[in-house]
């Protein structure tokens, strides 16, 4: 290849990533535009609304700690989706896996005693290795019963909830609780705080930034994730070229389902030090639209699952303030969706307006 098409190869590239980011933030302010007309027919200031938002999400460290804070379950259930989807495959059941993960962080976390840093890595192993489990249970069935990737998850995350549910209210609960939810772990067992009180920053934000480096250099740095990409980019080339198309996709759902697990482990070990009932306001489906607006890439990543982690903490002290309800923050995240969905018909605008500059220049 010569030095011209080597060049001509990166603009192209460039200019692929530029288009994504310029469809990612039109489709955020196409979204939070119309969110704010929904606000104004509901009778409030819009602006005044999303001041109290931002505000609440970043005015202050504290506020902002606990926007980063809600970002490490939405950064590694993003990854999750988007390592899966760089093999095609669609793994729906985040949620589910990140259930089975937080209750096995929390079984090992009240049932042992053991030294504190090998206390937290058992914990956390024990969540990676649900969240596995429970991935392999989907990718065993698409590849010996032929069951779509999508009902499997789907499924599996109603199974998921159940189980988690009983166990909390059930077998597990702790004795004399008023509410639903298991025992404590012990002490040994919790994530070390990284910013002093009264910030709220514990050691899963660390460990949701490894994740994102080594989720990118899986992905960029090894055969494994070339195959992986390969895969998803043309599955029948693939094959030609002798790379095992079942065995990547397999695997890629795995992979999924132990970052999912990690996120539900970080949750309990981190900020809940308890399995409790409903914990999670739907941290697995959230990193669907967390991976859509950064187009798969891991480090876009962490500026998707900030974006959402800090509208939903803002949300609150709007609905305090000002008695929005925090739904219009689900309702402006369906909105990215949508206009992310409408990608096609941005792209042919943006291009055409390339075209009338050249023509005018």
């Known amino acids: 290849m010569t030095k011209e098409k080597k060049n001509e190869k990166k603009r192209d590239g460039l200019n692929g990533v530029l288009m994504q980011v310029a469809i990612s933030i039109?489709?955020?302010?196409?979204?939070?535009?119309?969110?704010?007309?929904?606000?104004a027919a509901m009778g409030e200031n819009p602006f005044k609304a999303y001041s109290v938002l931002i505000k609440g999400a970043v005015g202050t460290p504290v506020a902002l700690t606990v926007s980063l804070t809600k970002?490490?379950?939405?950064i590694l259930t993003g990854l999750a989706v988007a390592v899966a989807q760089k093999s095609r495959v669609f793994n729906i059941g985040a949620e589910g896996q990140l259930l089975v993960g937080a209750f096995a962080a929390g079984y090992v976390g009240f049932t042992f005693h053991l030294p504190a840093p090998l206390h937290i890595l058992l914990c956390l192993a024990a969540a990676v290795l649900a969240g596995m489990f429970w991935a392999f249970i989907a990718a065993f069935l698409k590849y010996t019963r032929n069951v779509h990737v999508v009902i499997a998850t789907i499924m599996l995350n109603y199974i998921a909830t159940s189980l988690v549910q009983y166990f909390v209210c059930g077998p597990f609960k702790e004795p004399g609780a008023t509410f639903n939810a298991t025992s404590a772990i012990a002490g040994t067992a919790k994530l070390p705080q990284i910013l002093p009180r009264p910030l709220s920053l514990n050691l899963g934000f660390i460990i949701a930034l490894v994740m994102i480096a080594a989720c990118w250099f899986l992905l960029n740095k090894t055969t494994t994730g070339y195959e992986m990409r390969a895969v998803g980019a043309n599955p029948d080339a693939s094959r030609v070229g002798g790379i095992n198309i079942k065995k990547n996709m397999f695997m890629a759902l795995v992979i999924s389902g132990a970052l999912a697990g990690l996120a539900g482990g970080i949750e309990v070990s981190g900020s809940l030090y308890r399995v409790?009932?409903?914990?999670?306001?739907?941290?697995?489906f959230n990193g669907i639209p967390v991976a859509m607006m950064a187009n798969?890439?891991?480090?876009?990543?962490?500026?998707s699952a900030f974006l959402l982690g800090a509208m939903r903490n803002g949300a609150l002290a709007m609905q305090i303030q000002l008695g929005i309800s925090q739904d219009i923050v689900d309702i402006i995240q369906g909105l990215v969706i949508i206009f992310l969905g409408c990608d096609y018909m941005i792209r042919y605008y943006i291009n055409h307006i390339r075209l009338e500059r050249r023509k005018l220049a």
């Open 276 to 284: 409790m009932e409903g914990f999670s306001p739907g941290y697995g």
């Open 26 to 39: 039109i489709s955020i302010v196409f979204a939070f535009l119309v969110g704010g007309i929904i606000i």
């Open 71 to 74: 970002t490490v379950p939405l």
């Open 296 to 303: 798969g890439n891991p480090i876009a990543i962490f500026f």
